[in-house]
């Protein structure tokens, strides 16, 4: 049997796809005019040149790597001690962990800078490095939506608590589960956490531009107001960022254990 | 000496007690089977000794030592699951492996051990696999490796075997029981199978609502059943209502007319009670052979053919339906159904149940 061709849904599809491609299109052959008369990469050149870029974007990367590193850290252990112990608790948790999206992040700044601020018991703010430490601790809150639905739903596909009393049948104690066990079995949920985590790191702008931090999204927000091709060669190249990370999120999602995403031949041989 | 006893366990989840009055003495190198239908506590008992459930009353000890209040992963023991529970990230060998690393095995002598154990298991050459490359068996095999590798002081089952097909499950119960006899683990192995435990086991605990009804060797558990319940748990069984006419000769009446059971009944004359045996303890009488015991005269109401067996029901006088095992023998003849057979039984084949 042949689906039946149904004009309906296929308006709604053609539709959708001309909403989400025609401005995309539109700023892609934007970004493409800086030289009058012909169709260059100058913008993009330009943007590549600009030595704020790099700057901006090498500590965005960092503070998002941080915060990923912290996020994990935080969400892993906790996830997996509510599925295990407190599975009542479950949806409390999970309800605190979607605040991030009701809270605007502007509130959550504010509320950094009274509680460390140089008048607090504990001045963050007076230094570079506590500065960097309460960005990274904000973009650990702003992700933790994304980073405990991925860990949590990468913990409801395999038995955890079988496989806690299985390990700890043959001796090992909590922190060896978590680290031997539960990590490397949730790893394509982690990674898909990770990443949403570094998209949004990325973009932030008001946690680092009240902290007055020189990442990324307030340099992206400079640029727009001072240019008018280079943002709009940020903007594509921004997707095509986000969309490598999506596919590379569903290669780690689909990867089965032992497999390697990229065959490195460099690497030493892996024992038998 | 024991190796694991059991002390008056109690375990109560709120307000329901699902384990009562719980005890139990192991032997070392010991295979006792806890064998029960659903729900009656079997899995809590184990859990209690692996240490997953903390008893409400009673202690645990192992080999001398109370270990009530240690944590499980201080306790030694294997534990093998329903659900193979390998871990999935870990290849064959790792798993194997994981128990010795644990407990800081250097690794030239780790590597000999996992070896030794895959061969254990008739699984040499599968070190790299993963557990999704393996089929049911195979896994549960791994698991059992993985659970002796770190020599236990006691294993611990709980089904390992209900998830497999039924030719998987026979010919792994009986390498399970090979290995534990070999290595001499002192092994509790819970089972709602009737057949696997009485194949398996030295000792069989029969459980009923949290409670030990019986603890015999397989022979003693169906052959002198200590309660009604074991009886009728254990087989299949004719029941027949009976009145004690002669307590000290067990005379009694019954539906099929008055029965000599030539022992001494331990109740008072007039005493209602049931009578018990096994479809097998009735023997089909040929045609004008001499009586046996006690013989009453029927006629076949159906016929089951069960490969080594032919199950057949008679009604017998006075509304009487009895169930009847015969062996298959090549070139036996077995009667049909509608005719009339006569039916024998010895006294000491019927079991007095109050
Ligand atoms: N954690 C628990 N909380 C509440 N009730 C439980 C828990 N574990 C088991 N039970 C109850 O205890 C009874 C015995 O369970 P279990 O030991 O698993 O039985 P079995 O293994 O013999 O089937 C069941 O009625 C079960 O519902
Ligand atoms: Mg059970």
Redesign the interface.
């Given at each position: 049997m042949t689906p039946r061709f149904r004009i309906g849904p296929a308006i709604i599809t053609l539709a959708a796809i001309l909403y989400f491609f025609v401005p995309l299109y539109a700023a892609f052959q934007f970004s493409l005019q800086m030289k009058r008369g012909e169709l260059s990469f100058a913008a993009y050149a330009s943007v590549f040149q600009d030595g704020v870029f790099v700057n901006a974007l090498v500590f965005s990367i960092l503070a998002s790597a941080a915060a990923i590193v912290f996020g994990a850290l935080l969400v892993v252990p906790t996830a997996y001690w509510v599925r295990l112990r407190l599975p009542k608790l479950r949806p409390v948790v999970e309800f605190i962990s979607l605040l991030p999206l009701i809270i605007p992040s502007v509130v959550l700044v504010f509320g950094q800078i009274r509680m460390f601020g140089s008048s607090s018991f504990l001045p963050l703010t007076t230094s570079d490095w506590g500065t960097n430490l309460l960005l990274v601790i904000g973009y650990v809150v702003l992700s933790l939506p994304y980073m405990f639905r991925a860990v949590d739903n990468g913990m409801a596909a395999?038995?955890i608590a079988?496989?806690t009393?299985?390990?700890?049948?043959?001796?090992?104690?909590r922190a060896?589960i978590v680290f031997t066990?539960i990590f490397?079995?949730i790893?394509a949920a982690v990674v898909s956490g990770a990443f949403l985590t570094f998209s949004i790191c990325l973009g932030e702008f008001a946690i680092a531009s009240l902290l007055n931090r020189s990442a990324f999204g307030p340099y992206m927000v400079q640029l727009g107001q001072d240019r008018a091709y280079e943002p709009a060669a940020l903007a594509i190249m921004s997707f095509a960022l986000t969309w490598l990370l999506m596919a590379l999120m569903q290669a780690f999602a689909t990867m089965?254990?032992?497999q390697r995403l990229f065959r490195l031949t460099l690497s030493k041989k892996s024992q038998? | 000496m024991s190796l694991l006893t059991l002390r008056t366990l109690q375990k109560s989840f709120g307000a329901t007690t699902v384990v009562k009055n719980f005890d139990l003495t192991m032997g070392n190198a010991e295979f006792i089977s806890l064998l029960g239908p659903s729900g009656c506590g079997k899995t809590t008992v184990l859990r209690m000794v692996?240490?997953?459930e903390t008893p409400s009353v009673g202690a645990i000890e192992i080999d001398g030592q109370d270990v009530t209040a240690l944590?499980?992963?201080?306790?030694?023991?294997?534990?093998m699951?329903q659900?193979y529970?390998?871990?999935?990230?870990?290849?064959v060998a790792g798993n194997v492996a994981?128990?010795l690393k644990?407990?800081g095995v250097p690794s030239g002598e780790i590597t000999r051990r996992v070896d030794e154990m895959l061969a254990m298991v008739g699984l040499t050459g599968f070190?790299?696999r993963?557990?999704?490359q393996l089929s049911g068996g195979q896994q549960q095999r791994v698991?059992l490796a993985?659970?002796i590798a770190?020599r236990p002081r006691v294993l611990?089952l709980d089904e390992p075997l209900s998830a497999l097909d039924a030719k998987i499950r026979v010919a792994l119960r009986g390498e399970i029981r090979a290995i534990q006899r070999e290595l001499g683990i002192t092994t509790l192995f819970v089972t709602h199978d009737q057949e696997e435990a009485m194949a398996m086991s030295d000792r069989v605990v029969v459980m009923n609502g949290g409670r030990a009804e019986q603890v015999g060797t397989p022979d003693q558990i169906y052959n002198r059943p200590a309660s009604r319940f074991v009886a009728e748990f254990i087989g299949a069984l004719n029941l027949l209502p009976a009145t004690l006419r002669d307590a000290a000769s067990g005379v009694v009446d019954t539906a099929l007319g008055t029965l000599t059971l030539n022992r001494v009944v331990p109740q008072s004359n007039g005493a209602a009670l049931t009578l018990a045996f096994r479809p097998e303890s009735l023997r089909l009488l040929p045609e004008g052979s001499p009586d046996a015991g006690q013989t009453f005269t029927g006629r076949l109401v159906t016929r089951e053919f069960l490969g080594a067996i032919v199950r057949f029901r008679a009604e017998i006088a006075g509304g009487v339906t009895l169930g009847i095992d015969c062996f298959n023998r090549t070139g036996e003849v077995l009667p049909d159904v509608g005719q009339e057979v006569r039916l024998g039984i010895l006294p000491q084949e019927i079991l007095v149940l109050q």
């Open positions: 395999i038995d079988t496989l009393e299985a390990a700890e049948s043959l001796g090992a104690s060896r066990i490397p079995n790893r089965k254990p032992g038998a | 692996a240490g997953f944590r499980p992963n201080q306790r030694k023991i294997g534990m699951f659900s529970a390998l871990f999935p990230n870990l290849n994981f128990g644990v407990s070190g790299a993963y557990p999704y698991a993985r659970a770190p611990l």
